[in-house]
């Protein structure tokens, strides 16, 4: 019961504060929902064919991981297999990170950019409250704005097979 009424408190004080009780003229506050912003916009196809491939090349860099493990001796290539194994899904996280942060700081652009034509006091996601009157939802009016927007996941990952012998420039760099 205790953790509803603090709730409830921190909910009232935030709802104060952001009327601004002691002004005239309040500001309106507005409401989108980013996974139908993502998805009416488009910017989740990016993000699914971008994540698609790059979990295609992570795929090959298994597959070159493991014809290179073939010849090591059996006890060296389970653990490098392993190692192998967990760099790439490290790497196949820290992508997967990457990329949703780049769609999502593309709405919050567009949600900075509507909040300021339009004179709002914020814009807030319609997971931060309990309810709210379907006008203050922006959702579309966002999806609209993002529809032809075309997102930069920056360079896929490279994947290689490490040599264990160093080369001539890493050799002259070690010295």
């Not at 927007?149 to 760099?173: N, R």
Request: glycine fraction near 6%; aromatic fraction near 2%; hydrophobic fraction near 40%.
């Amino acid at each position: 019961m205790k953790p509803k009424i603090s709730v409830l408190a921190l909910s009232l004080a935030i709802i104060t504060l952001l009327a601004g009780c002691d002004r005239q003229e309040t500001r309106p506050v507005k409401f989108i929902k980013p996974d139908k912003v993502m998805q009416d916009s488009g910017l989740a196809d990016q993000l699914k064919t971008r994540l698609q491939t790059v979990d295609q090349q992570l795929r090959q860099g298994l597959k070159m991981a493991q014809e290179n493990g073939a010849r090591l001796p059996e006890e060296k290539r389970r653990s490098a297999l392993l190692a192998d194994r967990q760099l790439l899904d490290l790497e196949w996280q820290h992508e997967q990170r990457q990329a949703n942060g780049v769609a999502l700081k593309a709405i919050a652009e567009a949600a900075g950019k509507y909040r300021e034509q339009h004179q709002l006091l914020a814009i807030l996601p319609a997971q931060a409250v309990l309810a709210f009157a379907p006008e203050a939802d922006i959702s579309e009016a966002l999806a609209k704005e993002l529809k032809g927007k075309t997102l930069d996941f920056g360079a896929l990952p490279k994947i290689g097979v490490k040599s264990e012998e160093p080369t001539a420039a890493e050799a002259s760099t070690q010295k």
